[in-house]
C-alpha cells in the first residue's frame, strides 16, 4: 500500500501569514492532486501536477511536484480566513483505479 | 450541472441490518469510487470501478460489496454492518481512471451504526 504523510497535521495562523504544507511519499506517482475540504461537503480539486519538478500557481496557491515525483508542497502567501478548511493530497498512478489520500492538513486563518 | 448525487445524506442503523449507500453522477463518467472518511485517517479508498461491470478493491473493502450495472450509478452496499463501518462515506467519479482528469466528489454520507 503506498503511503502520503502530510504535515502540519494542524496549522493555526494570523491573516496575511504565509504557509507551507508538505505531502511525502516514500513511493512515486504518475502524478498527485491537492484538494480542499469545507465541512459537511466532499472535497474539491485545486490542482493536479504531473510532471516532475512541476510549478503550478493559482492566486495566492503555489503548488510544486518534488523531482522524483515523491512529495509535494502548497505554499499560501497572505493567508486569508477564507483559505480555512482541510487540505488533502492524492497521488494515483496512471490508469491504475487506485489512488492514496493523505490525512490532511486542518487550516485555520483567523481575522 | 454536473453532479455526484449520495443517498441518504445522514443514517443511524443498527448492527447487521443491511443497507445500500446509493451514488449516481450525471457526467456519463468511466470511473467511480468510494471512500470513507474518518478523523485521524484521511480518505481511505474502499472499492473502485475503471466501467460497467468493471469492479476492484481498494484499501479497506472488508465489509463491503458494491456492483456497476449501469454507467452512472455505483451502490456501496454494507450486508451486516458493524459498529466499526460508522463514518463519512464518500462516492467519488471522474470522466476516466486516467490520474490527470478531475475526480468530482459527492457531498457525503454520514453513517452510524449502533
Known amino acids: 500500500t503506498q503511503l502520503l504523510e502530510q504535515s502540519p497535521q494542524f496549522l493555526s495562523i494570523q491573516e496575511g501569514e504565509n504557509l507551507t504544507v508538505y505531502c511525502n511519499s516514500s513511493?512515486?506517482?504518475?502524478?498527485l492532486q491537492w484538494y480542499r475540504q469545507e465541512p459537511g461537503e466532499g472535497p474539491v480539486l485545486l490542482v493536479t501536477?504531473?510532471?516532475?519538478?512541476e510549478v503550478k500557481k493559482l492566486k495566492r496557491l503555489t503548488f510544486q511536484f518534488g523531482d522524483a515525483r515523491k512529495d509535494s508542497s502548497l505554499h499560501i502567501t497572505a493567508a486569508q480566513p477564507g483559505d480555512t478548511g482541510l487540505y488533502l493530497c492524492?497521488?494515483?498512478?496512471?490508469?491504475?483505479?487506485?489512488?492514496?489520500f493523505g490525512d490532511g492538513t486542518t487550516l485555520t486563518v483567523k481575522p | 450541472e454536473a453532479q455526484v448525487t449520495q443517498n441518504p445524506r445522514y443514517l443511524i442503523t443498527v448492527t447487521g441490518k443491511k443497507l445500500t449507500v446509493t451514488c449516481s453522477q450525471n457526467?456519463?463518467?468511466?470511473?467511480m469510487s468510494w471512500y470513507r472518511q474518518d478523523p485521524g485517517l484521511g480518505l481511505r479508498q474502499i472499492y473502485y470501478?475503471?466501467?460497467?461491470?468493471?469492479?476492484d478493491k481498494g484499501d479497506v473493502p472488508e465489509g463491503y460489496k458494491v456492483s456497476r450495472k449501469e454507467k452512472r450509478n455505483f451502490p456501496l452496499i454494507l450486508e451486516s454492518p458493524s459498529p466499526n463501518q460508522t463514518s463519512l462515506y464518500f462516492c467519488?467519479?471522474?470522466?476516466?481512471?486516467?490520474?490527470?482528469?478531475?475526480?468530482?466528489f459527492g457531498e457525503g454520507s454520514w453513517l452510524t451504526v449502533v
Open positions: 467519488a467519479s471522474s470522466r476516466t481512471a486516467f490520474s490527470g482528469n478531475t475526480i468530482y
Open positions: 513511493s512515486v506517482f504518475s502524478s
Open positions: 501536477v504531473v510532471t516532475g519538478g
Open positions: 492524492a497521488g494515483a498512478n496512471t490508469n491504475a483505479g487506485k489512488s492514496t
Open positions: 457526467m456519463n463518467h468511466e470511473y
Open positions: 470501478s475503471m466501467n460497467v461491470e468493471v469492479t
